[in-house]
């Protein structure tokens, strides 16, 4: 899997906010992390990303789709979410 679009929950719209944010490939977005992502693309790209896009990010860094995280997780992300 090389491009971004190759993982579970990115389309092309996710996928070409990640570029902007300079992430190309699915391995800068793990090291990056979902949540350090999404924190860029609000100050970068589009300011109204929501919980969605974390839950999906982080789907696709753990390459499952968004409604398998675990309950931990998604509690998680969304604490996180709150803090934006």
């Not at 070409?16 to 992430?23: D, P, Q, S, T």
């Not at 190309?24 to 990303?49: C, F, N, W, Y």
Request: glycine share 8%; aromatic share 2%; with cysteine.
């Amino acid at each position: 899997m090389n491009r971004l679009t190759d993982l579970p929950n990115i389309g092309p719209v996710l996928a070409a906010n990640l570029r902007k944010i300079g992430v190309e490939t699915p391995e800068q977005l793990r090291k990056l992390g979902s949540m350090e992502a999404l924190r860029r693309i609000r100050v970068q790209v589009d300011p109204g990303a929501c919980l969605n896009q974390l839950q999906a990010l982080e789907g696709a860094i753990e390459g499952i789709p968004k409604k398998e995280l675990a309950a931990e997780k998604r509690e998680e992300l969304r604490a996180f979410f709150q803090t934006l």
